[in-house]
Every structure is written in C-alpha cells, then in structure tokens.
C-alpha cells in the first residue's frame, strides 16, 4: 500500500512493542503492577523506592529495542504547543542519554508499506528514509511516545542566540559547514543521495519537511572534528512529495522561515528555508522585513512581498559566502540549487575558503551551556 497520510489521532493502539505482554495505557511507561512483578530487569518500584532518597525520580521507563533498559527522568527540555521533550538517562554502564518527545493527543497516524497504521513521523525516519548521520536518530516510538538521540548542544535557535548575546559574530568557517552540512541532509531527504554509501535507502521515497527552521536543526557533539554536526530534527510535519502532490496550499509550520511561494510547500521550499537558517546564523534574523504598522503579523508573515534578503557582506561575511547562500534564497523556486549539486557545489566553495586561507576559528567555549 502506498504511503498515505492518515490524518485521524490515534488513542487506543501500541505498535511493534516487542516482549511487551499485556495491555497499558501507555506501553513505554512500566504500570506499577508490570514492575512489582519484576517482568524487566533492574529494581522493582518498591526497591527503587527504598534505595533513592530522590523521590522525583520515579519516571522509569523502557525502550522497544529488544533489550530491556531503565530510563531515569533527567530534564524537561522542551515544550510545544503539542507536547513535550524530556531527557532521560539510562541505566547500567552505558548511562546513555535520550530524549522522549511525547504528544498530548498522540501523533499523525498514517500507513506503512505493510498498511500497519504508525505515526507518520516515524513512517517516514524509519521505513521511507532510514538513518543518516545528519537526521536526529529516531530509537523508537508508539502512538504517543517518540525516543530520539540526545543531541547534547541543544539547537540552533538558541546557538544563535547565545551568539548574539555575546555580541559575537558567527565564525564563517562554521557558517560555511553548516551550509554544507544542511545541503547533505538535504540532498539525503530529497533526492536520497548520501556522500556516506552509494546506496539509496531501499524503501526511498522524496521527503518534504515542511517545518525547516533553526530550532528543528540540533547540534550533536563531534569529538573526531574541530565543529558539531548540525542534526535536521523534527519530522512532525514531514510528508512524501508524492502524498504532497494531492494536499499542497495548506499553511504549516513557521512562516517566517517560508519561500515567497508560501503556502506551498516543495523540496525547493525546504532549501528557502535552510538558507533562511543561514540568513539568521550570519544576521541573527530571518529573510523578512519588519512587521509595518498597521499591519497583522499573521497576514504580513504569509505575505510573498515580506521575503527580503540582506546582503551578507554588511554583517562581515564574505563575498562568496554571499553569493553561495543566494543559490538558496531566490525568489523563484525552479533557480534555486538543490540535492546533490547544492551539495558538490558548497563543499567546493567551503575548500575554496579555507585554500584561500580562510581561518578555521573554534567555537566560543560556552556554546551549548544553557
Ligand atoms: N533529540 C534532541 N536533542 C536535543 N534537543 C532536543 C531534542 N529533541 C528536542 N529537543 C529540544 O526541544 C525542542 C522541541 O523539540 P521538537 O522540535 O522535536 O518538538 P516540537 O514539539 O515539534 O516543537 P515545535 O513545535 O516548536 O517545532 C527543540 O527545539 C530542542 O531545543
Ligand atoms: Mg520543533
């Protein structure tokens, strides 16, 4: 069956919860009666209780993954109008940190290749595009519950703004490999092309996000190279271009971060948005010109005349950087460089830079302290 997008919520279902016996409300949070039986490894309820003085951390949970994990409650580090993400720890040696986005309602069901009924999300991370070093790892899910990699240096909404509230510049060298970075997961979703493997994902399909903006972007550690890796994150209104084709026109998202041809939405929307990322890292705002007076934020942000480009080299940035980032902010969309050639394009520029002696500056020592 072909992808589809299902747009009831779903309430009353588990899926792929393997070893998982009995029926709860919410499978991934263990029911007092499943932990006092001892159906999983570690402490029962009772003797956790006993042992930890700390009576906040009662959150166990556990992960689908085939073994049997305890998970710890850590932080809530995120709140949307839909849900929440929370950090959690695990437990045993690896102490390994994730991250559970949980949706109030539940999440957009639609149907896999096998016409199981799934959240769409986890559709489109697991069967239709499979992982890739530059999308946040999706670990596991259920109707309501997603558990995600934790990317330790928070997102690039705030990385900017920290930037800002140092009154520090942006070093280009970063700005030019998140360019490239960007244009990799990009060219990943929409075209399957990856610089990691010849092989396209088996059940490939083009993807849109749809939602692309410095906070759905997360910065992961990278201990092998002088910067992060920039993780596209936040699927949630992700859609086949496909299924696209029959529900366009419908505004979604954050508007601000949107192509002139708003409320369309295409894979060249996406790459818009990826360059709005790069307008607001090099100026510390999006392409829009301020609100006039008079004038209603919603309408005016959905307005195609709102869209203006600043010229990079009065924030200090240099003429290529310019020019490079202007193959993703014009105004028609069929200019606008996509996939693979965006990719071989701004990886040849970004050595250009630095042959040229471009210097290759570390990040500011408090980036990702919050
Ligand atoms: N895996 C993660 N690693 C690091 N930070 C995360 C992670 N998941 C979520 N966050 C933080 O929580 C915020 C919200 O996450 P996410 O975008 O997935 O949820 P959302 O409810 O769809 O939010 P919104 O509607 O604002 O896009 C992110 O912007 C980020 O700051
Ligand atoms: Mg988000």
């Known amino acids: 069956m072909p992808y589809d997008r299902y747009r009831d919520r ?14 709860y409300d919410d499978p991934m949070v263990l029911q007092g009666d499943a932990m006092q039986r001892g159906a999983f490894h570690g402490p029962t309820v009772r003797e956790r209780r006993a042992n930890d003085k700390d009576l906040e951390v009662q959150k166990w949970v556990r992960e689908s993954d085939g073994e049997d994990y305890l998970y710890l409650h850590v932080k809530n580090i995120g709140v949307g109008g839909q849900g929440q993400c929370d950090l959690y720890r695990r437990s045993g040696k690896s102490n390994k940190l994730v991250v559970c986005k949980v949706m109030k309602d539940g999440f957009d069901l639609a149907y896999d290749r096998k016409g199981r009924r799934k959240p769409a999300e986890a559709i489109i991370l697991k069967d239709i595009l499979g992982p890739h070093p530059l999308i946040c790892h999706l670990q596991a899910s259920t109707s309501h519950r997603f558990w995600f990699e934790y990317c330790a240096l928070g997102d690039l909404q705030d990385f900017c703004d920290a930037y800002i509230e140092h009154g520090t510049r942006i070093p280009e060298s970063f700005v030019w490999h998140s360019y490239r970075q960007l244009a990799e997961a990009f060219a990943f979703i929409h075209e399957g092309y990856s610089t990691h ?118 924030s200090g940035y240099s003429h290529n950087l310019h020019a490079a980032v202007m193959w993703t902010l014009r105004r028609r969309r069929a200019d606008r460089v996509l996939g693979k050639e965006l990719v071989s394009r701004v990886a040849k520029a970004e050595r250009d830079y630095l042959d040229k002696g471009g210097p290759k500056v570390a990040l500011a020592r408090w980036v990702g302290k919050k």
Do not use: M
Not at 10 to 23: H, L, P, S, T, V
Not at 235 to 257: D, M, P, Q
């Open 197 to 314: 493997t010849s092989q396209k994902p088996p059940h490939f399909q083009p993807v849109v996000h749809r939602d692309v903006k410095p906070s759905n972007i997360f910065i992961r550690e990278n201990p092998r190279h002088t910067y992060p890796d920039l993780v596209l994150a936040d699927f949630g209104v992700a859609i086949t271009n496909s299924a696209l084709k029959n529900e366009n026109g419908y505004i979604l998202g954050t508007t601000i971060y949107q192509p002139p041809e708003i409320p369309y939405h295409s894979r060249a929307g996406d790459i818009w948005s990826a360059g709005a990322c790069l307008h607001v890292l090099t100026t510390g705002s999006p392409p829009i010109k301020a609100l006039p007076k008079g004038k209603s934020s919603k309408d005016w942000y959905q307005a195609p005349e709102a869209r203006v480009v600043a010229d990079l080299r009065s």
């Open 10 to 23: 779903g309430y009353d279902y588990d899926y792929d919860f393997r070893g998982y016996a009995g029926r």
